[in-house]
C-alpha cells in the first residue's frame, strides 16, 4: 500500500506534491476542482488515507467524507448557483475508475448539459433478487 500511495496522483496533492485548487481540507479529507470537468464546478472529495476502493477507507475517514461532501455542495451551490448535481463514486476498472485512489465526484448539473449519466435498466427477476438478499443478509 505504501508504494501504491507513493505514486498515487491523489496521494500526491495531498502532499501538496502537485499543485490543486483546493476547496475543503481536514484532518481525514481533502476536496478540490477537478482538472477535467465534466462540468463548471466539477469537485473531488478524496479520503486522506490511500484505498483504491472503498471497503479500503477506515470507517472514521468515511464518517468525514459525506459532512465535506456536503460543505462543499452547499458551497458550490452559492458559488456557482447550481441547484442539480450527481454524486459520484466509483471503484474498479469495469466501475469507470481511473485513478485508483477512493474519491467521490460532485458533478454540478444544468439544464441541457448533454451529460448522459445513466444505465439499462435489467428486468426484475423476483426468485433471483430473493436468493441476492438471502446471500448478502447472510454477510450482514
Known amino acids: 500500500m505504501a ?3 507513493a505514486n498515487c496522483i491523489f496521494c500526491k496533492i495531498i502532499r501538496k506534491e502537485i499543485p490543486s485548487l483546493k476547496l475543503l481540507e481536514t484532518e481525514k479529507v481533502y476536496a478540490f476542482l477537478d482538472i477535467g470537468p465534466l462540468s463548471e464546478g466539477h469537485a473531488l472529495v478524496i479520503p486522506k488515507h490511500h484505498g483504491e ?3 479500503d477507507i477506515p ?5 468525514e467524507i459525506l ?10 451551490r452559492k458559488g456557482t448557483g447550481m441547484t ?6 466509483n ?3 469495469a466501475a469507470h475508475q ?5 474519491h467521490f465526484h460532485i458533478i454540478p448539473r444544468r439544464g441541457s448539459d448533454g451529460l448522459g449519466v445513466g444505465w439499462d435498466i435489467k428486468s426484475y ?3 433471483k433478487m430473493a436468493e441476492i438478499h438471502e446471500k448478502v443478509l447472510a454477510h450482514l
Open 125 to 127: 427477476d423476483k426468485a
Open 3 to 5: 508504494a501504491a500511495a
Open 98 to 102: 481511473f485513478v485508483p485512489h477512493v
Open 67 to 76: 459532512p465535506a461532501t456536503k460543505q462543499v455542495v452547499e458551497a458550490l
Open 91 to 93: 471503484n474498479g476498472k
Open 53 to 55: 476502493f472503498l471497503h
Open 84 to 89: 442539480d448535481y450527481n454524486i459520484l463514486q
Open 59 to 63: 470507517a472514521d475517514s468515511l464518517a
